[in-house]
């Protein structure tokens, strides 16, 4: 008797589980369901009783409130039924998320698909409603769960949130439940596999129970999902580990013995960490917006700076050199220095490269804006034009030619609003949006000693010394350095990661040994530079607090923190009448 036919409530002593650590593509129901298909049927070649898919699977992670259209859910619960139904052909269960209509009110589901019919369904209890996630706008919590029966096996389905606090679990050991498989969709931050780590140690510990990890893996949007999935014993023991940042289909093997259910081996994947993490992150989530938005390559500006030559390095790693255009904007203040690297910057990576000067857009410019500016003083506003004609021109080759124009601002530009709206701003996406300068310099080193895996680029420096070793500069006249208008970037990044990712005091901020009115400056740039942030490309979410999605500050904002240190809680303080004045916005 095969197992498949074995009654559902005969209990075994061995099942072979299979995880789909694959990508999936938010919307494509139709396709989604053929990755299952063919996930399945590999499964079963396999050997599998039973193949595990990520969280909200069939829909695509995260849908955000694309959830709610009716259509979209009566979609997938119908393609969930015809899934079902194939499973009638004797080959392995399934298990697959998706939004799931109940009496009117919408879970994040996990099902059960065995038999040729839908066996159980589980529904998220723990909707997470911080950072990156805002699933309590979206849908309802389930009940307290209890396990489903399947092959005589009691399993505990705790989805994603379910396993970050105790409760839900407890409830399952409770229950009865004898092994746990959670599928997740957990996105990337540097430090996050060791987190997820813990936080699995933890429940195993309390529970008693081993636990599969199952993890989305690819790039939606913002988000990077890492993958990295792994099991643990009940004694705490690593069962096995897959990769992360790919696509994988591993089987694990589990037997009951005395004291409960124990894995008999499985992959032990190696797990790239820190600087490494975060340059495949970047690479992962530039290559998949760009492919699942069907753009047929990218095109950016390479200044010969180190920004524009990080990512013109991701951009190849990501998609291969023939689909990576080039373009260098020279105009009175660019360097022959500037040419030169930017040149071999190119050279060495094997892109198209093309040059264009800005200066008769520029000269045009501003001879018409001439009669306007009359009696004034040359300022940013003419710098700022060359800035401007650069997107204007890098927009129209998108335009006419199809690919998606890569944006190469860093994070600490970003923070402080050392970038031109509608100029250096422009473009489609931003692979390096989340990057401090500082981890900019160290990602140009390690690209160019180390090549990532599933990297499309050449192997060897990408890009000359010269870029990662000149100060950095904008350009845009004689002599300037961006360290002429911003504190050095070692010290403007630690006062950014207090301030943003942190959100300390700027009392704090100073104890540490920054000065205070390079704190209180740092502040004021921040707050003033928001308009711009939410008229900048997405991209890539590395740290645990991106701009965007983790970080919703109003635009208009009198706050600033004077600095004064921490008030004694019983405190009274009256309020101070409005002082008037207001701060413009700075280009």
Known sequence: ???????????????????????????????????????????????????????????????????????????????????????????????????????????NAYALLDRGRIEAVRFKVDLPNYGVFDEKRVFQPGPLPGPIVFRGVRLGLPICEDIWTDEIVECLAETGAEILLSPNGSPYWRGKHEERIGIAVARVTESGLPLIYLNQVGGQDELVFDGGSFALNADRSLAFQMPAFKEDIAVSVWQRGNDGWRCAGGPRAVVPEGDEADYIACMVGLRDYVNKNRFPGVVMGLSGGIDSALCAAL??????????????????????????????????????????????????????????????????????????????????????????????????????????????????????KDLYKMQVFRLCTLRNRWKPEGGLGPAGAVMPDNIITKPPTAELR?????????????????????????????????????????????????YIAEYKRRQSAPGVKVTKKNFG?????????????????????DLTIAPKKPTGGAERFEE
């Open 1 to 107: 008797m095969t197992l498949s036919n074995v009654p559902a409530d005969r209990p075994v002593d061995q099942l072979t589980i299979a995880l789909a650590q694959i990508d999936c593509i938010v919307g494509d129901i139709a396709g989604n369901a053929e990755r299952i298909r063919n996930a399945r049927s590999q499964a079963r070649q396999l050997g599998a009783d039973l193949v595990l898919f990520s969280e909200l699977f069939l829909a695509g992670y995260t849908p955000e409130d694309l959830v709610l259209k009716p259509a979209f859910q009566e979609a997938c619960r119908a393609t969930l039924e015809e899934l079902a139904r194939e499973t009638a052909d004797g080959g392995p269960a399934a298990l697959v998320g998706l939004p799931w209509n109940e009496n009117g009110n919408l879970h």
């Open 315 to 432: 951009a190849v790693d990501a998609l291969g050199a023939e689909r990576v255009h080039c373009i260098m904007l020279p105009f009175r203040y660019t360097s022959n220095e500037s040419l030169a690297d930017a040149q071999g910057c190119a050279q060495a990576l094997g892109v198209r490269y093309d040059i264009l000067s800005i200066a008769p857009a520029v000269e045009g410019l501003e001879q018409v804006l001439k009669p306007l500016f009359a009696g004034r003083e040359r300022d940013t506003t003419e710098e700022n034009l060359q800035s401007r004609a650069r997107g204007t021109l890098l927009m129209s080759v998108s335009n006419k030619f199809g690919p998606m124009l890569v944006t190469t601002g860093n994070k600490s530009e970003m923070s402080v609003g050392y970038a031109t709206i509608y100029g250096d701003m422009n473009g489609g996406f931003n692979p390096i």
């Open 478 to 526: 004689e002599n300037q350095k961006d360290q002429d208008s911003l504190p050095p970037y070692d010290v403007l990044d630690d006062v950014l990661e207090c301030l943003v990712e942190k959100e300390m005091r700027v009392s704090d901020i100073v104890a540490k040994g920054h000065d205070l009115e390079t704190v209180k400056k740092v502040e004021r740039l921040l």
């Open 549 to 569: 999605r983790d970080r919703r500050y109003p635009i208009v904002n009198r706050f600033r923190d004077s600095g004064a240190p921490a008030l004694a809680p």
